[in-house]
């Protein structure tokens, strides 16, 4: 108690009043005690301003809450029972501080600090300083050698390694610019992020931007700190202003198009992703944005006009399929399905049409093939479907041919219950014979089957498939009358 | 209980006990009755440390798990939230407290365990919700390496590999070495340290200077460990991204997933062609068509990156081609994505025309033609013939010796070096004839069940000479960490 005393009075009197630092707060209890009158004793000294904070923390004779309720409990010698309630540990209302819970975290030392102003009441350093209180019942007291430098000044490295301990600093005694940097890099040779971040925070509250942004220029680790703590933290602004003068152009144009994202009305979207596109992206992503703007620009419109065309419930097919979800912000090969569904036949011109998106976006054949081929298989529309496959060369004549391949054509149409008769005719397209006799089999396309053994003159295996066919079908008669044929050098 | 954390060459009981002391010492500190409010994500690392009863025994009468609301009833003393260092957790803690009865009688004091660091940005964003205060004890729980198993230690630090390598933080490499010091506190230090990559150096350097700074630390502890051998995950990328075929190693990928069982070979066989070096410079089919198909962003990612890896970078062509088709079917917000594989090196455009991994391939003799999984002679059955390329390294490094494959080495990246520290005499190690050597193995950025297994079968090999312990910042699979490498496209919450 009366090293307290004695340091409190060196305290008060000492010039070194605004470099205050609290170290572990044990016997806190009667530290606040003295304290308490200090603060008394502080209201001549201090200015008006800080009359808020001597009103935050209301010293109305009660202790931060659960210091005396902790040392209550040990004195109690709480039994701690296991099984709910016991009256010894009751706890009376005297012992529960009168301050709202937030108060307490207005700790003795920031009523200390030399404060500024202008800025917020809190610094960051602070965080790390109201720690919350490592409180201890008195038993548990740490040892005498932890108090050596009670109230000697800390050299940047002792109070770097303080920090790393998670003790209490106050970063405000460091006022000059060397004194900072010191302090900037004796945290980043210490390594320990917590630390970094704490004295970075420090810095940009504390220095001007041009002089930390020149700074951090060349002290990457210290640099790659702030910024992952910016990107956290949503301060877009601090971020892009960092990036630009680093010139890191590339990363302020994805920095700035991340943010679309915490756009959520597509109007603004649309306005911002438009913004977007004059930043200094690499060629071939300056493409991909201007695609995504265009995008989004289309799908407004057809959003807009397809919802009056749903409500005027004029459109059979919107009224057979109604939407389940609207078209904005999907991806394009998504908007190209929509499309196919929606607006398959209509002329280039639209910007609603299949062939417009196609022509927009440079959507390759194979994409668009495959995309229309499954929006129409999905109508069941099979007429669209062999047009799609159809090809016609200058002479007239017609060749079915997909760049995807005929057993993909086959997927699609049996995903969507395609008659087997439709399904017959893609599947005898299929290139591969095997594969082909694996879908054929599988679907029942009995009349594929048939003429690929018969092709292949495989006796023995369309003999066995005849147990496959229903008894007195076509397809029975079918296999019948190739057996029959004399003609046919079978190969077994 | 223990016996699977003594049964290995190196007993980890007594790493698991500091933990129990540190777990005690807190819950103490919250006297009283208390209930415990879990992020779910900690039950499981934590139940290796300490079973309910050990709780119990510290007056922990209820267990919640953290989500948004008002707190169940409890008539307790104390809530103690116990959650990892993430914003989105203090939004919900946030929730909690304010939605907390303040009329209430008794009042609950409120205290947080940061496990297993406390995060100067989590505190910023709890004193900005106004809440910072309510909390008493703020602390954090160094749990910086869980025992898994008796041969596996992680720190189970998810973004660990995506703040080393794309953000230049070294926090968690602070946090691995400190792990590390904590290690040799219990069981010696560790004379030899080998080292491969840049955050290998790190860690060594931090080590080195930790030990300075702590001259206390000398401790007289016979050593346990002959040889600490620490790797970057990006001097092998591409283990992470093939498929595993070990047991532990399927489910631990397939868990989840439907993959058909046909469209699962058909992956395997086009991964299997990259990594013996098939047509990797070319546009893939198999990958295009399951652009089209539209299947998981994930799995297209790992082939493309697998690619990229295996052609030592992709043609501007091909990888514009492939970039291209995934902003067009799944969106083009995932351009930031791509930039991230980028930047990690795991899809980039390939710079200075030369392809080294076939030469890598070659010496260090990956792939192997005559892998024979039922009875095998060689790791490189865990990947049906494919040797991961880190566990190679530490095979080659107990026998014959890094020198051999100088080559090699530089071609990949970071530097590769080696350490020693000072034993005080009389400790030095002696060892008993035909008594192997023991190495811990530490993968800065993950490890994978596959390359577990490798070790692991090194360790029981006949005249292998050496056992291996095997340490990570996180238990990882291709998809888990290719996950942690994706921008996240929700908005914020703010």
């Known amino acids: 108690m009366s090293r307290v005393r004695a340091d409190e009075e060196e305290y008060w009197h000492s010039s070194k009043f605004r470099a205050?630092?609290?170290?572990?707060?044990?016997?806190?209890?009667?530290?606040?005690?003295?304290?308490?009158?200090?603060?008394?004793?502080?209201?001549?000294?201090?200015?008006?301003?800080?009359?808020?904070?001597?009103?935050?923390?209301?010293?109305?004779?009660?202790?931060?809450?659960?210091?005396?309720?902790?040392?209550?409990?040990?004195?109690?010698?709480?039994?701690?029972?296991?099984?709910?309630?016991?009256?010894?540990?009751?706890?009376?209302?005297?012992?529960?501080?009168?301050?709202?819970?937030?108060?307490?975290?207005?700790?003795?030392?920031?009523?200390?600090?030399?404060?500024?102003?202008?800025?917020?009441?809190?610094?960051?350093?602070?965080?790390?300083?109201?720690?919350?209180?490592?409180?201890?019942?008195?038993?548990?007291?740490?040892?005498?050698?932890?108090?050596?430098?009670?109230?000697?000044?800390?050299?940047?490295?002792?109070?770097?390694?303080?920090?790393?301990?998670?003790?209490?600093?106050?970063?405000?005694?460091?006022?000059?610019?060397?004194?900072?940097?010191?302090?900037?890099?004796?945290?980043?040779?210490?390594?320990?992020?917590?630390?970094?971040?704490a004295v970075l925070i420090f810095l940009k509250r504390t220095l001007r931007r041009e002089i930390l942004f020149r700074e951090l220029e060349v002290r990457q680790v210290a640099l790659c700190h702030l910024i992952h703590f910016l990107r956290e933290m949503g301060e877009q602004k601090f971020l892009l202003d960092l990036l630009r003068f680093l010139d890191r152009t590339e990363e302020v144009a994805l920095s700035q198009y991340r943010e679309h994202l915490n756009i959520q009305d597509v109007e603004k979207r649309r306005e911002f992703l438009k913004g977007c596109i004059g930043l200094p992206f690499s060629a071939e992503d300056t493409s991909h944005i201007q695609d995504?703007?265009?995008?989004?620009?289309?799908?407004?419109?057809?959003?807009?006009?397809?919802?009056?065309?749903?409500?005027?419930?004029?459109?059979?097919?919107?009224?057979?399929?109604?939407?389940?979800?609207?078209?904005?912000?999907?991806?394009?090969?998504?908007?190209?399905?929509?499309?196919?569904?929606?607006?398959?036949?209509?002329?280039?011109?639209?910007?609603?049409?299949?062939?417009?998106?196609?022509?927009?976006?440079?959507?390759?054949?194979?994409?668009?093939?495959?995309?229309?081929?499954?929006a129409r298989a999905k109508l069941r529309a099979w007429g669209d479907v062999d047009a799609l496959l159809t090809t016609k060369n200058w002479l007239g004549y017609t060749k079915k041919k997909a760049p995807i391949g005929f057993h993909r054509v086959v997927e699609i149409l049996q995903r969507n219950n395609a008659p087997v008769q439709v399904l017959q005719e893609y599947v005898r397209l299929v290139e591969d014979v095997e594969t082909r006799l694996n879908l054929a089999s599988k679907y029942k396309c009995h009349d594929v089957v048939i003429e690929t053994y018969r092709d292949l003159k495989d006796r023995v295996q369309l003999t066995a498939y005849k147990c496959k066919v229903e008894r007195g079908s076509a397809e029975e008669e079918k296999i019948q009358s190739i057996l029959s044929n004399m003609q046919i050098r079978w190969k077994n | 209980m223990a016996a699977h954390l003594s049964s290995g060459r190196v007993n980890l009981t007594a790493l698991r006990e500091a933990g129990r002391r540190e777990l005690r010492e807190f819950l103490d500190k919250c006297a009283g009755s208390k209930a415990i409010v879990w992020d779910e994500y900690l039950t499981g690392p934590f139940g290796l440390i300490a079973q309910y009863s050990l709780l119990k025994e510290h007056e922990v009468e209820k267990m919640f798990t953290l989500k948004p609301g008002r707190l169940p009833p409890a008539d307790v003393k104390n809530i103690i939230f116990f959650v990892r260092p993430k914003l989105e957790l203090m939004d919900i803690i946030t929730d909690n407290v304010l939605r907390e009865d303040r009329g209430r009688s008794p009042q609950r004091?409120?205290?947080?365990?940061?496990?297993?660091?406390?995060?100067?940005?989590?505190?910023?964003?709890?004193?900005?919700?106004?809440?910072?205060?309510?909390?008493?004890?703020?602390?954090?729980?160094?749990?910086?390496?869980?025992?898994?198993?008796?041969?596996?230690?992680?720190?189970?630090?998810?973004?660990?590999?995506?703040?080393?390598?794309?953000?230049?933080?070294?926090?968690?490499?602070?946090?691995?070495?400190?792990?590390?010091?904590?290690?040799?506190?219990?069981?010696?230090?560790?004379p030899q340290i080998f080292g491969k990559g840049d955050c290998a150096r790190h860690v060594a350097n931090m080590m080195i200077r930790m030990k300075r700074e702590f001259p206390g630390s000398q401790n007289s502890i016979f050593p346990?460990?002959?040889?600490?051998?620490?790797?970057?995950?990006?001097?092998?990328?591409?283990?992470?991204?093939?498929?595993?075929?070990?047991?532990?190693?399927?489910?631990?990928?397939?868990?989840?997933?439907?993959?058909?069982?046909?469209?699962?070979?058909?992956?395997?066989?086009?991964?299997?062609?990259?990594?013996?070096?098939?047509?990797?410079?070319?546009?893939?089919?198999?990958?295009?068509?399951?652009?089209?198909?539209?299947?998981?962003?994930?799995?297209?990612?790992?082939?493309?990156?697998?690619?990229?890896?295996?052609?030592?970078?992709?043609?501007?062509?091909?990888?514009?081609?492939?970039?291209?088709?995934?902003?067009?079917?799944?969106?083009?917000?995932?351009?930031?994505?791509?930039?991230?594989?980028?930047?990690?090196?795991?899809?980039?455009?390939?710079?200075?025309?030369?392809?080294?991994?076939?030469?890598?391939?070659?010496?260090?003799?990956?792939?192997?033609?005559?892998?024979?999984?039922?009875?095998?002679?060689?790791?490189?059955?865990?990947?049906?013939?494919?040797?991961?390329?880190?566990?190679?390294?530490?095979?080659?490094?107990?026998?014959?010796?890094?020198?051999?494959?100088?080559?090699?080495?530089?071609?990949?990246?970071?530097?590769?070096?080696?350490?020693?520290?000072?034993?005080?005499?009389?400790?030095?190690?002696?060892?008993?004839?035909?008594?192997?050597?023991?190495?811990?193995?530490?993968?800065?950025?993950?490890?994978?069940?596959?390359?577990?297994?490798?070790?692991?079968?090194?360790?029981?090999?006949?005249?292998?000479?050496?056992?291996?312990i095997i340490a990570t910042t996180k238990l990882i699979n291709g998809t888990t960490w290719i996950k942690s490498l994706m921008e996240k496209l929700e908005p914020a919450p703010f």
């Not at chain 1, 202790?63 to 706890?91: M, N």
């Not at chain 2, 703040?163 to 590390?180: I, N």
């Open chain 2, 224 to 468: 346990v460990f002959d040889t600490l051998l620490l790797l970057d995950r990006n001097v092998d990328l591409l283990t992470p991204l093939a498929t595993q075929l070990t047991y532990e190693g399927l489910i631990d990928e397939i868990y989840g997933i439907q993959n058909t069982s046909e469209d699962f070979f058909d992956n395997l066989t086009v991964e299997q062609e990259f990594m013996s070096g098939i047509d990797t410079d070319k546009v893939n089919n198999y990958i295009e068509d399951c652009i089209a198909q539209k299947h998981p962003l994930i799995k297209i990612l790992r082939l493309v990156c697998l690619q990229s890896v295996c052609n030592s970078g992709l043609k501007q062509k091909v990888l514009d081609h492939y970039k291209r088709e995934i902003l067009q079917t799944y969106g083009y917000e995932h351009i930031l994505t791509l930039n991230n594989l980028e930047k990690a090196g795991l899809l980039k455009p390939q710079t200075g025309g030369r392809n080294n991994y076939p030469t890598i391939r070659k010496t260090l003799r990956l792939w192997m033609d005559d892998v024979n999984e039922q009875s095998p002679n060689d790791i490189s059955y865990v990947y049906s013939g494919y040797a991961p390329l880190s566990v190679r390294l530490a095979q080659l490094l107990a026998r014959p010796g890094w020198r051999s494959i100088e080559e090699v080495l530089k071609m990949l990246p970071g530097p590769h070096f080696e350490e020693r520290q000072q034993l005080p005499t009389g400790l030095q190690k002696k060892r008993q004839q035909g008594e192997n050597r023991v190495t811990l193995v530490f993968f800065l950025g993950g490890v994978t069940y596959a390359e577990i297994a490798a070790l692991r079968f090194l360790s029981q090999m006949e005249d292998g000479g050496t056992e291996y």
């Open chain 2, 109 to 190: 004091d409120f205290h947080i365990l940061f496990v297993p660091r406390r995060s100067l940005l989590c505190e910023q964003w709890l004193k900005e919700q106004g809440v910072l205060g309510s909390f008493i004890h703020r602390e954090q729980y160094s749990l910086d390496l869980i025992p898994f198993d008796g041969d596996l230690l992680s720190m189970e630090s998810d973004s660990a590999f995506k703040e080393c390598y794309l953000e230049s933080d070294q926090t968690s490499l602070y946090h691995a070495a400190k792990g590390l010091m904590t290690l040799q506190a219990l069981y010696g230090t560790i």
């Open chain 1, 20 to 197: 205050f630092t609290f170290d572990d707060e044990d016997d806190e209890l009667s530290q606040l005690k003295e304290s308490k009158r200090a603060v008394n004793s502080l209201r001549d000294i201090v200015d008006d301003d800080d009359d808020d904070d001597l009103e935050r923390v209301s010293w109305s004779g009660e202790p931060v809450g659960s210091i005396s309720w902790s040392i209550k409990e040990t004195a109690s010698g709480s039994t701690g029972s296991l099984d709910g309630r016991d009256s010894s540990l009751q706890k009376g209302p005297s012992s529960y501080a009168a301050l709202p819970k937030q108060a307490s975290s207005y700790s003795l030392s920031s009523l200390f600090k030399g404060r500024n102003k202008l800025s917020s009441f809190q610094s960051l350093s602070d965080a790390l300083t109201d720690t919350g209180i490592k409180n201890y019942a008195p038993e548990l007291r740490r040892p005498k050698a932890e108090y050596k430098d009670y109230s000697s000044d800390w050299s940047p490295k002792d109070t770097v390694r303080r920090m790393q301990r998670g003790k209490i600093c106050s970063l405000e005694r460091f006022r000059s610019l060397q004194d900072k940097l010191l302090l900037l890099d004796e945290a980043v040779a210490g390594h320990d992020g917590n630390v970094i971040t």
């Open chain 1, 292 to 374: 995504h703007y265009t995008l989004l620009e289309r799908q407004i419109i057809i959003e807009a006009n397809d919802r009056h065309l749903e409500m005027a419930g004029q459109s059979e097919l919107f009224r057979k399929y109604p939407r389940k979800a609207s078209i904005l912000n999907m991806p394009l090969v998504t908007t190209l399905f929509y499309s196919c569904f929606y607006h398959y036949t209509e002329a280039e011109g639209m910007f609603s049409s299949p062939t417009n998106l196609k022509k927009t976006f440079k959507i390759p054949d194979k994409q668009y093939v495959l995309t229309a081929l499954a």
